[in-house]
């Protein structure tokens, strides 16, 4: 019999058809003259979205660990391959460069895959909830400023299509951002010819819509319906042979929740993507 307190969570109770998961807390009574237990007192409770969160988080867990040993593998194996030849002066200077390029790429990609898992985070534990009257304005003016050069990089147009005097929006200002910076990144990266374009304009009931347009490679409709899991990549061979973390519009949809608003996708395999969603506007006082 039970000496003291205990507790499980491993039992299961099929309820209106409905599978649940269980915790368990008994107790055994006993009366005060008594040498065997008298009786339990059980307690159980509803454990189910508990568990199934804890699931998830094992599976995120496993997942992050296998998508990370990948890069992690190919930058030691570069770098300790370099180490080897550098010691030898029969090696071209051209093998060291592109061993420590390959290293280079990797550790970006980790970067960019750190900034993902930090950016969901943040969101999912609310600690950059706080919204703040952002312009507009001056936020397109800050990402052009940043993603110009990259885009010069490929000879690829880089457009503002902004109406004047768009006002504010009060939102938490690293979730609208990131947002943007993942629609933009996307676009650049998976564009040859052409160019990008961020779009911002008055939408209805008092909206401000916001739009991130290319001319890429588009995307097929049975891609659309996997783009917000986490880790999915496309098997389009132009998709694999770019160095995406398969996160970036997985945290923009959970942003986006955040944010309260919808993204939307107007996407043709070969003919560009635009990425799109509105946010109220801050009401203009009237002097």
């Not at 040498?35 to 409770?45: P, Q, T, W």
């Not at 660990?65 to 370099?82: D, F, K, W």
């Not at 939307?264 to 509105?278: A, M, W, Y």
């Amino acid at each position: 019999s039970a000496k003291t307190t205990q507790y499980r969570d491993d039992l299961t109770a099929r309820i209106s058809n409905e599978s649940i998961r269980l915790g368990a807390t008994y107790s055994p009574i006993r009366s005060t003259n008594s040498v065997s237990d008298d009786g339990y007192v059980i307690i159980l409770r509803d454990i189910t979205k508990q568990k199934s969160l804890d699931d998830e988080r094992d599976e995120f867990i496993s997942v992050v660990s296998h998508e990370l040993r990948t890069p992690i593998t190919i930058a030691e194996g570069s770098l300790s391959n370099v180490s080897l030849m550098i010691k030898r002066p029969d090696i071209p200077k051209e093998r060291l460069i592109n061993g420590i390029s390959t290293a280079h790429e990797q550790i970006i990609f980790l970067a960019r895959m750190v900034n993902d898992l930090s950016t969901l985070s943040r969101a999912e534990r609310g600690v950059a909830d706080e919204p703040e009257n952002i312009d507009v304005q001056s936020l397109i003016d800050e990402l052009y400023a940043e993603y110009a050069p990259q885009a010069a990089d490929k000879s690829l147009t880089f457009d503002i299509d902004i109406a004047p005097q768009i006002g504010q929006v009060s939102q938490s200002r690293l979730y609208l951002k990131e947002i943007l910076q993942n629609f933009i990144t996307n676009a650049i990266r998976y564009t040859e010819k052409g160019g990008v374009t961020i779009i911002v304009k008055p939408g209805e009931n008092d909206t401000i819509n916001f739009a991130v347009k290319d001319t890429g490679i588009g995307i097929s409709r049975s891609d659309q319906a996997h783009l917000y899991q986490k880790f999915w990549r496309s098997e389009d061979y132009r998709t694999r042979e770019t160095s995406g973390t398969g996160l970036g519009l997985y945290v923009v949809a959970k942003l986006a929740l955040k944010l309260k608003t919808e993204i939307k996708l107007k996407s043709r395999l070969n003919h560009g993507s635009t990425f799109s969603f509105s946010l109220p506007a801050v009401k203009k006082i009237k002097s």
